[in-house]
């Protein structure tokens, strides 16, 4: 029960909150650092998302005609440098362990009894369900900001929980799951 306790208010703690605004509607945002909170932070934490995604390299015509959203967050000239590389190597990690994954497995595979097509379906099957753990971990620490495209809107995740909601007050037709 303690423990369930615990995990529960880490989640808590580091689950970043989402907001959804349609791609057409710039959002307002705080004028607070994104990370610290630090009122009037005097710089921009410049974020650019598309509709393209890599699943998307598999359904191209689904995303044919996506367009791109660029997010200027407000954010203190202390915070910019580790939240941009915290950013860049949560970005890089992603293909990162995708490769390794297919480094491992390609090889692996070959002494598997399968046919040709079904080899490589499983190989892209096991490298994707290798990203699970990396999956979580961003879940568990999110940026202090992302920003990515959806179904045509745009979503807005913040980790500071007072961000937040500062955003959601500036934002009232924003949509949030939460
Ligand atoms: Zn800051």
Not at 81 to 108: D, H, K, S, T
Not at 131 to 147: E, H, M, T
Request: charged share 15%.
């Amino acid at each position: 029960m303690t423990a369930r306790c615990g995990v529960a208010s880490i989640a808590a703690l580091e689950l970043a909150k989402s907001f959804y605004l349609p791609v057409a509607s710039p959002p307002e945002f705080p004028d607070h650092c994104v990370a610290c909170m630090v009122p009037r932070p005097g710089d921009l934490l410049i974020v650019k998302a598309s509709g393209w995604s890599w699943w998307d390299r598999f359904t191209p015509w689904i995303a044919f005609g996506r367009g791109k959203v660029t997010a200027e967050v407000p954010i203190c000239a202390a915070c910019r440098r580790p939240v941009q590389r915290m950013r860049a190597i949560q970005q890089v990690g992603v293909w990162g362990y995708l490769v390794l994954a297919l480094v491992i497995l390609i090889p692996l595979s070959q002494s598997w009894d399968l046919p040709t097509g079904w080899r490589r379906s499983v190989v892209g099957g096991l490298a994707l369900l290798s990203l699970l753990p990396y999956g979580v971990l961003l879940v568990l620490f999110p940026p202090a900001f992302d920003l990515s495209m959806t179904k045509g809107r745009a979503e807005y995740e913040f980790k500071n929980a007072d961000y937040a909601t500062l955003f959601a007050a500036a934002n009232p037709h924003a949509e949030s799951e939460d």
